[in-house]
């Protein structure tokens, strides 16, 4: 007798929003292992000495996400979206916490160029890219959207644009904007 495949991800959002108390369950179950993905992808951009851990960023998300009322993810693209923006604010929260004191010069060096950010971004730098994303939402919600689907998921161009919805080539437009804007609003100042 063959197994009837699980539901996609958008399904099970739609029967979550239903209200389905199954679907939760079977959205997590289905979900977890693109969620340690992600997550890895953070932590690997963290300093050594971070207290949070790969599964303790997805046990956070898990509980800001899910402990909201109502459901509001439309489809997959508006899921991962939402989670990849969780663990951004889950990890500037730690740094925020980490150090309450101001930056002595406010200005940080954050290198989006390849998607090549070294182990151990110093937790100003996070607050501070984190700040110039939050400005760049108010310029440009898309391209701030997929700073974080890219930089801080680590989704690649093909997988960004198909969860944005939008052409490589607008994504590709969007990037450059993104990272140029970035840049100069993290350039040390002269």
């Given at each position: 007798m063959p197994s009837n495949p699980p539901p996609p991800v958008t399904e099970l959002l739609s029967a979550l929003r239903a209200g389905d108390p199954r679907a939760k369950d079977e959205l997590v179950t289905r979900v977890y292992p693109e969620l340690r993905r992600i997550a890895?992808?953070?932590?690997?951009?963290?300093?050594p000495s971070h207290t949070l851990r790969t599964t303790g960023l997805v046990n956070e998300v898990y509980l800001r996400l899910f402990g909201r009322t109502p459901i509001e993810w439309q489809n997959r693209a508006h899921f991962f979206a939402a989670v990849a923006r969780e663990m951004r604010h889950i990890l500037v929260d730690y740094a925020r916490a980490r150090h309450a004191k101001k930056r002595p010069d406010g200005n940080a060096v954050v290198s989006l160029s390849g998607l090549?950010?070294?182990?151990?971004?110093?937790?100003e730098d996070l607050v501070a890219l984190d700040e110039a994303l939050t400005r760049l939402e108010q310029v440009d919600p898309r391209a701030s959207r997929i700073i974080e689907l890219r930089f801080f998921a680590g989704l690649g161009e093909r997988d960004a644009a198909e969860a944005m919805g939008i052409s490589i080539s607008t994504l590709k437009r969007d990037w450059n904007f993104a990272k140029a804007w970035l840049f100069d609003q993290l350039k040390p100042a002269p």
């Open positions: 890895a992808h953070y932590m690997r951009q963290e300093r090549d950010v070294a182990a151990g971004v110093r937790d």
